[in-house]
């Protein structure tokens, strides 16, 4: 359950962000357009255990913003809401990457009527980019859900394994394998894992190809 409120955060939370940063990858042209790829891209190449100490020495109790927080009585290290934090940024290149294939397969001059027709682009963008797009949209938040719920070294690194605290399905798996006995539960828990994951993959799956066939029928 602690997996699964962790991930369902992780993934809420950063799906607002996901859409637009998405959008601007696949419609907005920029200076610096590849560096900003690239850096939203960084945690699917990164070692996770690089991504969690970086967002230790960021977030952490005297880290830049999380000594900020914490003079608001907000702390991330060692909690829940850690690992929320360092889910949604492991899963957040897996997002924007479905969403931005998905934004790119709309035709603009799709947007392009809706502004003759008087919509501004902030209108045409919710009357018709995110509609058409929104089968990617779900398949991207979908992969971040899964990848949330089976991250492991940033979460550690950032928020430690702290059971009932931030101890997910991947942190107490590695716990049961480190002590005797500790494999069936182990076994039980990776099962668990391999099913949600698979049900994540396969729904990912059939949005996305809901989506081509709704994109190719607007065509």
Known sequence: M????????ATLV???FGIFVAYALARWHFPGKTLVAAIVYLPLVLPPVVTGYMLLLAFGRRGIFGSLLAALGIVLSFRWTGAALACA??????MVRAMRLSFEAVDPRLEQAAGTLGANPLLAFFLVSLPL????????????FARALGEFGATITFVSNIPGETQTIASAIYTFIQVPGGDPAALRLTLVSIAIALVAIVASEIFQRRGEKRLAGSA
């Open 2 to 9: 602690l997996s699964l409120r962790i991930a369902i955060v």
């Open 14 to 16: 950063s799906l607002p």
């Open 89 to 94: 940024v492991m899963g957040f290149p897996l």
């Open 133 to 144: 797009a929104m089968p990617g949209v779900i398949a991207g938040a979908t992969l971040a």
